[in-house]
């Protein structure tokens, strides 16, 4: 079973407007934490924003923040006021711990495109 | 400054033939990754190492080879068994200790087979 899904495989925004990116998890560990990550085309994994599972208010890093909704396990990333540079994939991971490792589960991404 | 580097950018490699990528970092990291990523998907975990001497199968880790024999390296061969091996490859590395044990991400290596 996919434990990470992103069903939006592209989106489109217009700069200066606001976007949220879907991302839904499934585990049955109460510890865990989500990630959000972004990959310009150059391919170099960027770290936007960290949200654990314990974290009682949502994060919040500059203008992306996650929405985190913990009964429905989704972290949505809501990016504010887009520019061009945010055009990019971007991938919500969820950490998950196995044999004393911690280990990254991936989502499938979510192309964003910002036009002028 | 601190962070991983990976080498080379892109490799090309005839069918049949080892090749090895070489990733390094100088973050003090314990635990170090290394991931493949093939077009429209996610990164799958290829093999992780903790700590020097010691790595784990990942997901995908049939044709695959590493070794840690220092801290700051982890090398990947990718082995003529590998049925499709041309992929993006990007290693990363975390803390092991408390805290959110984000990963960073080196700039990638691109293979091809021809």
């Known amino acids: 079973a996919q434990k990470i899904t992103q069903t939006q495989p592209g989106m489109f925004v217009q700069e200066k407007e606001a976007v949220t990116l879907d991302c839904t998890y499934d585990t049955s560990d109460p510890s865990y934490g989500l990630f959000w990550y972004k990959q310009p085309s150059s391919g170099e994994m960027i770290f936007l924003i960290y949200?654990?599972?314990?974290?009682?208010q949502n994060a919040t890093e500059g203008r992306y923040s996650l929405n985190f909704q913990k009964a429905r396990k989704s972290a949505n990333l809501v990016i504010s006021a887009s520019q061009l540079g945010d055009s990019a994939m971007y991938f919500c991971a969820m950490r998950e711990r196995a044999y004393n490792t911690d280990k990254l589960i991936f989502g499938t991404g979510t192309r964003l495109q910002v036009f002028p | 400054d601190g962070g991983i580097t990976q080498s080379p950018k892109y490799l090309f490699r005839k069918e049949g033939q080892n090749v090895t990528l070489s990733c390094e970092q100088n973050?003090?990291?314990?635990?170090m990754y290394w991931y493949r990523q093939d077009p429209g998907q996610g990164l799958r975990l290829i093999y992780y190492?903790?700590?020097?001497?010691?790595?784990q199968k990942g997901d995908i880790a049939e044709g695959y080879s590493v070794s840690r024999e220092k801290k700051e390296s982890f090398p990947l061969t990718v082995t003529s068994a590998q049925k499709n091996p041309t992929a993006f490859y990007l290693c990363a590395s975390s803390p092991t200790t408390s805290g959110r044990l984000e990963q960073f991400f080196g700039p990638g290596t691109r293979l091809t087979v021809l």
């Open positions: 973050l003090n990291h314990d635990a």
């Open positions: 190492s903790q700590i020097v001497n010691d790595f």
């Open positions: 949200q654990g599972s314990y974290d009682q």
